[in-house]
């Protein structure tokens, strides 16, 4: 019953729009879609030279490519995201020998520069379609190459609504920046977490400052009283010392932590250290952190977090995914690893939907240009819609945000919990 209150709440904090899908549902393990030289040339209004089958079958072969870091210190998102898609892919792969995916997956060491350096080499390769990038800082200079040569990106974790602004070809499958911080802000309130609440934040970071003025804000709206706000970079995230003073001499029960896992370990750390010992609450970011190399796992005891995948779910594409990846790494996959899984799995349906629609679709050696006109005119198709392990009824608006709710999940014996 908890569980089922809580689902409830969540939608409630973040369902922006009431937009039913209708139709048939497509049979898959995951995905199941909701449906009633390269040549850049622009399709004339609107339209793509896509050679339907003439049988509303989806053929052909899709190039598709994957940006994230694979080395360096956001390699544990990277890596997630593809073993990931390796998984969806695979699947998919073995539904219909008519329709392949080739996956090419290039490192960008959260690195801005490697990664628009990773995104011509994917052009190069004759990559159509991209998963990527990763994290947020590197993705906003991918979407602008991507938008201004109308390459489709559908991103897995890139949440800050930069990413998506002004660019109708990209489209995210994790839940924004500003619902992760008024969610977050919200469940505090109305379960009563705490009475004073103090943040830490990477005020040099996109995504973390975007989650926390969205918190802010929402928390001054439920009289949530904050009583200590300090920052870091990450050039300085090695000593949190001063922060956790602050924190702890302004009396917070609570820390609010929009960070990334690295940070968020040493925080744990050294907040034990000084026998200070709030509860803590994170967002997406801070999953992995149990999987992090070298970090004791009884520190993050207790952490509560918002994601949008919970592993021990019992529902059966999620225990198989679950399964497959345990079985490939030799670990419970992250909600990087499900995003990385349903992203594929979103491209594959929409081009089902599109097939069905207009007497067949053949990918092969289509331009890049004319598929993202068709993803783009199908993701934002108020039909259409994609069940996924990160999300049931997935839809997407034309800003190109996804509607779905997260799950509050808290650590416990080393491992995730839903609640």
């Given at each position: 019953?908890?569980?089922?209150?809580?689902?409830?709440?969540?939608?409630?904090?973040?369902?922006?729009?009431?937009?039913?899908?209708?139709?048939?549902?497509?049979?898959?393990?995951?995905?199941?879609?909701?449906?009633?030289?390269?040549?850049?040339?622009?399709?004339?209004?609107?339209?793509?030279?896509?050679?339907?089958?003439?049988?509303?079958?989806?053929?052909?072969?899709?190039?598709?490519?994957?940006?994230?870091?694979?080395?360096?210190?956001?390699?544990?998102?990277?890596?997630?995201?593809?073993?990931?898609?390796?998984?969806?892919?695979?699947?998919?792969?073995?539904?219909?020998?008519?329709?392949?995916?080739?996956?090419?997956?290039?490192?960008?060491?959260?690195?801005?520069?490697?990664?628009?350096?990773?995104?011509?080499?994917?052009?190069?390769?004759?990559?159509?379609?991209?998963?990527?990038?990763?994290?947020?800082?590197?993705?906003?200079?991918?979407?602008?190459?991507?938008?201004?040569?109308?390459?489709?990106?559908?991103?897995?974790?890139?949440?800050?609504?930069s990413v998506t602004e002004g660019k109708d070809n990209i489209f995210q499958l994790c839940f924004s920046d500003p619902n992760q911080g008024s969610a977050s802000a919200q469940y505090i309130s109305d379960n009563k977490l705490a009475t004073k609440v103090a943040v830490i934040y990477n005020n040099g970071d996109a995504y973390s400052t975007g989650i926390y003025q969205t918190f802010k804000s929402k928390a001054s709206e439920l009289g949530l009283e904050v009583v200590s706000e300090t920052t870091f970079t990450d050039d300085t995230a090695t000593d949190f010392t001063v922060q956790l003073k602050a924190a702890q001499d302004a009396g917070a029960d609570l820390l609010f932590l929009p960070i990334y896992y690295q940070p968020a370990s040493l925080i744990l750390k050294q907040a034990s250290d000084?026998?200070?010992?709030?509860?803590?609450?994170?967002?997406?970011?801070?999953?992995?952190?149990?999987?992090?190399?070298?970090?004791?796992?009884?520190?993050?005891?207790?952490?509560?977090?918002?994601?949008?995948?919970?592993?021990?779910?019992?529902?059966?594409?999620?225990?198989?995914?679950?399964?497959?990846?345990?079985?490939?790494?030799?670990?419970?996959?992250?909600?990087?690893?499900?995003?990385?899984?349903?992203?594929?799995?979103?491209?594959?349906?929409?081009?089902?939907?599109?097939?069905?629609?207009?007497?067949?679709?053949?990918?092969?050696?289509?331009?890049?240009?004319?598929?993202?006109?068709?993803?783009?005119?199908?993701?934002?198709?108020?039909?259409?819609?994609?069940?996924?392990?990160?999300?049931?009824?997935?839809?997407?608006?034309?800003?190109?945000?996804?509607?779905?709710?997260?799950?509050?999940?808290?650590?416990?014996?080393?491992?995730?919990?839903?609640?």
């Amino acid at each position: 019953m908890r569980k089922k209150m809580l689902g409830m709440f969540l939608a409630g904090v973040l369902a922006m729009t009431a937009l039913t899908a209708c139709g048939e549902t497509a049979n898959g393990n995951n995905g199941a879609a909701t449906t009633g030289d390269q040549n850049q040339d622009q399709p004339a209004d609107g339209q793509t030279s896509a050679e339907p089958a003439g049988d509303g079958a989806l053929t052909g072969t899709l190039n598709l490519g994957v940006i994230g870091p694979m080395t360096g210190a956001a390699a544990l998102y990277g890596n997630a995201v593809k073993n990931g898609a390796e998984i969806a892919v695979e699947e998919i792969n073995a539904i219909d020998p008519a329709f392949q995916i080739s996956l090419d997956v290039q490192d960008d060491v959260h690195d801005p520069e490697i990664s628009v350096n990773a995104y011509q080499t994917l052009k190069d390769n004759k990559v159509q379609v991209i998963v990527g990038t990763v994290t947020t800082s590197p993705c906003l200079a991918v979407s602008a190459e991507a938008n201004s040569d109308r390459v489709f990106m559908l991103t897995p974790s890139a949440s800050s609504p930069s990413v998506t602004e002004g660019k109708d070809n990209i489209f995210q499958l994790c839940f924004s920046d500003p619902n992760q911080g008024s969610a977050s802000a919200q469940y505090i309130s109305d379960n009563k977490l705490a009475t004073k609440v103090a943040v830490i934040y990477n005020n040099g970071d996109a995504y973390s400052t975007g989650i926390y003025q969205t918190f802010k804000s929402k928390a001054s709206e439920l009289g949530l009283e904050v009583v200590s706000e300090t920052t870091f970079t990450d050039d300085t995230a090695t000593d949190f010392t001063v922060q956790l003073k602050a924190a702890q001499d302004a009396g917070a029960d609570l820390l609010f932590l929009p960070i990334y896992y690295q940070p968020a370990s040493l925080i744990l750390k050294q907040a034990s250290d000084m026998g200070f010992s709030p509860k803590m609450f994170g967002v997406d970011g801070m999953d992995g952190i149990l999987t992090m190399e070298g970090f004791d796992t009884k520190l993050a005891e207790g952490v509560i977090l918002l994601t949008p995948f919970s592993a021990d779910a019992e529902d059966e594409a999620t225990a198989n995914f679950v399964k497959k990846f345990n079985d490939k790494v030799g670990e419970t996959p992250s909600q990087f690893a499900a995003d990385g899984y349903d992203c594929p799995y979103a491209i594959y349906r929409a081009l089902e939907f599109y097939a069905a629609k207009n007497g067949g679709l053949d990918v092969t050696d289509m331009s890049y240009a004319d598929l993202c006109e068709i993803l783009i005119s199908v993701f934002t198709d108020p039909s259409f819609s994609v069940d996924g392990i990160t999300g049931q009824g997935m839809v997407w608006d034309a800003n190109g945000e996804v509607n779905k709710a997260p799950k509050a999940v808290v650590i416990e014996n080393g491992v995730y919990v839903g609640m």
